[in-house]
Nanobody, 124 residues
Framework: VQLQASGGGLVQAGGSLRLSCAAS????????MGWFRQAPGKEREFVAA????????YYADSVKGRFTISRDNAKNTVYLQMNSLKPEDTAVYYCAADRFGMHPTIAEWRYDFWGQGTLVTVSS
């Protein structure tokens, strides 16, 4: 069972990236999913979350209006579209599954299955 995050890279400020999180070995179509990030020297923080069906989403204030979380349950994949990127968005981004919850939550402790992370670097 694995969550594989991809799509990170180096981008200039104002640019865009789309992260993907593909699940293998198990379906998470009945689970809420989230994205978190950890910048160098800082604690991991919540970025965005989505309900099992995709109808409900929640965002950190710092990314609201710039990032969009979505999912394709047929592909067992969650996405994070990141626009208008800023240098302060530089971090390792992690996707996670709240296997026993169906609604989005910012509570990190609720997420019990984590991917390996993908690095996003935004240059000024």
């Amino acid at each position: 069972v694995q969550l594989q995050a991809s799509g990170g890279g180096l981008v200039q400020a104002g640019g865009s990236l789309r992260l993907s999180c593909a699940a293998s070995g198990r379906t998470f179509s009945r689970s809420a999913m989230g994205w978190f990030r950890q910048a160098p020297g800082k604690e991991r923080e919540f970025v965005a979350a989505i309900s099992w069906g995709g109808g409900s989403t929640y965002y950190a204030d710092s990314v609201k209006g710039r990032f969009t979380i979505s999912r394709d349950n047929a592909k067992n994949t969650v996405y994070l579209q990141m626009n208008s990127l800023k240098p302060e968005d530089t971090a390792v981004y992690y996707c996670a599954a709240d296997r026993f919850g169906m609604h989005p939550t910012i509570a990190e402790w609720r997420y019990d299955f984590w991917g390996q992370g993908t690095l996003v670097t935004v240059s000024s």
